[in-house]
T-cell receptor, first 115, second 116 residues
């Protein structure tokens, strides 16, 4: 019963460094998402994917990139880390379109600090 | 434009007493509405959702919410709080944006404390 698994759970980056947050799901879901959660705020959508090979920008895509080469995996890339990217990142997936009422399943989060 | 307002950032109740977490929304269309719960260091878990069927929605762990269109509210309630209910709760609205695309908007969250 793995569900949505994301790694690493915690990471400290220096300004300008790059890193990839990994996300995999074993539910054969078509839709996958990356959100960020800033302190005292709700989640903001960074990028999403409706299936392998198809990705699109969310509300806050600047500074990030994604790829979806398989149904299971949806990595999030930070190319030049900035302090503004300090946040908690959540990967999620859903069978159908999440914003149309389908249940979205979330990973446990990745805490990223940029110093 | 759509928005979600969770009226309380913190709510504290005693174990065994009722819980009320308030959520108001604004929407140009007929929205879908959700409540998610987030336990410490965990991902979000769906509690319940409203998608234009019955206005009183029952969820997991004894929670329920009532969609009131006239008041643009979707408050979350539970008759009797349990210590395990202590968590952060998010109200979420799914609506059609100005772009014509449907999207989710998350509220800023309400932290529920349960006192023994």
């Amino acid at each position: 019963n793995a569900g949505v698994t994301q790694t690493p759970k915690f990471r400290i980056l220096k300004i300008g460094q790059s890193m990839t947050l990994q996300c995999t799901q074993d539910m054969n879901h078509n839709y996958m998402y990356w959100y960020r959660q800033d302190p005292g705020m709700g989640l903001k959508l960074i990028y999403y994917s409706v299936g392998a090979g198809i990705t699109d920008k969310g509300e806050v895509p600047n500074g990030y990139n994604v790829s979806r080469s398989t149904t299971e995996d949806f990595p999030l890339r930070l190319e030049l880390a900035a302090p503004s990217q300090t946040s908690v990142y959540f990967c999620a997936s859903s069978l159908g379109q999440g914003d149309s009422g389908n249940t979205i399943y979330f990973g446990e989060g990745s805490w990223l600090t940029v110093v | 434009a759509q928005s979600v307002t969770q009226l309380d950032s913190h709510v504290s109740v005693s174990e065994g007493t009722p819980v009320l977490l308030r959520c108001n929304y604004s929407s140009s269309y007929s929205p879908s509405l959700f409540w998610y719960v987030q336990h410490p260091n965990k991902g979000l878990q769906l509690l319940l959702k409203y998608t234009s069927a019955a206005t009183l929605v029952k969820g997991i762990n004894g929670f329920e919410a009532e969609f009131k269109k006239s008041e643009t509210s979707f408050h979350l309630t539970k008759p009797s709080a349990h210590m395990s209910d202590a968590a952060e709760y998010f109200c979420v609205v799914s609506d059609i944006r100005d772009t014509g695309r449907r999207a989710l908007t998350f509220g800023s969250g309400t932290r529920l404390q349960v006192q023994p």
